[in-house]
């Protein structure tokens, strides 16, 4: 067992707010839940027992004038063979009060322009923060808490089992201090003991150009405090993207429909499109057909941590006119006689013309 000095990496002369201080600092490191590595796991556990000890006046005075009985409180015995068939151990000895805290999640709405290019939020939530009363440490006027009268400061009580082995001693944790091995009798106002209190709290969340719904951006550090003023867990921020009034987004590309007269498709024109750039001039050439698509390059999504933008696929269907004057429908007669069209007209498609191509392509086929 090394020196309990020496595993807090303080001085014999140390106050106890320093014992403190370097306890909590270098548990925020070995902390099981930040590093499960059993070689870490043993160190924060010989770390936690030398600030048991060093952080109790008593027990400090006992140690520094080299008393019995300090070996961290784990000492071998029966119940070590027990473990060893049953697969136990690793977690013996008083646990921490000092616990990682709860990731967190929550949802944003965004609409397609800032999905595209990105956008801050300022988003309030309640979550739990360290007491700032007691520091987390749970106690009133910063005392410490006091060794558990039931189970002496190990944690956990050991009764008997039946067993196919016959009778066997085995341990759980305390009831009387939960594990702890140690009672906060004189807790903080504030946090009750827990170390910890519920605040709202204003984050400023940075959205990057390109999400899209489900995307999670993580915030390292700002979820819930751990109980004890343990390390905070992350937040999650999760993208809602809100539907568009008419572009529709497919991965990195928006499609729009628009509808252009007859008279247009076929003479030809430019006309003006609304995309997420502003409006932008498309082309139609003249005979465009109905369900003609025109793609309009780098006016699609950006796509995500990248600056490529895919294109806009611009759907065009003929308007066919609903309502015509007298002299429209002479005009038309005259239109269609000019190109020898008669009454009951009708060309037949080819499976690989028309709309049985698409559904081809649809399917692969
Ligand atoms: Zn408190
Ligand atoms: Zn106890």
Known sequence: MADFYDLLGIDRGASQDEIKKAYRKIARELHPDVNPDPEVQNKFKEVTAAYDVLSDPQ??????????????????????????????????????????????????????????????????????????KCEGQGTANNSAPSMCPVCKGRGETQFVQKSF???????????????YGSVITDPCRECAGDGRVRARQTINVKVPAGVETGNRIQM???????????????????????????????????HVAIEVSIAAVSLGTTVNVETLDGPVKVDIKAGTQSGAMISVKGKGMTRLRSTHRGDLIVHVDVAT??????????????????RGERDGDVKIKGQREGMFSKFRDAFGR
């Open 165 to 179: 082995l016959g009778q066997v001693m085995t341990s759980r944790p305390c009831n009387n201090c939960s594990g």
């Open 59 to 132: 027990k400090r005075q006992q140690y520094d004038m080299g008393g019995q009985g300090f070996g961290g409180g784990f000492g071998g015995g029966f119940s070590d063979i027990m473990d060893a068939f049953f697969g136990g151990g690793g977690n013996r000895g008083p646990r921490p009060r000092m616990r990682q805290g709860q990731d967190a999640l929550i949802r944003i709405e965004v609409d397609l322009n800032e999905a595209c290019f990105g956008t801050e939020r300022d988003i309030t939530l309640e979550s739990a923060v360290v007491c700032t």
């Open 220 to 254: 390292a550090g700002r979820g819930e405090v751990g109980a004890g003023g343990g390390p905070a867990g992350d937040l999650y921020v999760e993208i809602v993207e809100k539907e568009h009034e008419f572009l529709l987004r497919d991965g990195d590309n928006l």
């Open 321 to 338: 006119p609903q309502k015509l004057s007298r002299d429209q429908e002479k005009l038309l007669k005259e239109f269609a006689k000019s």
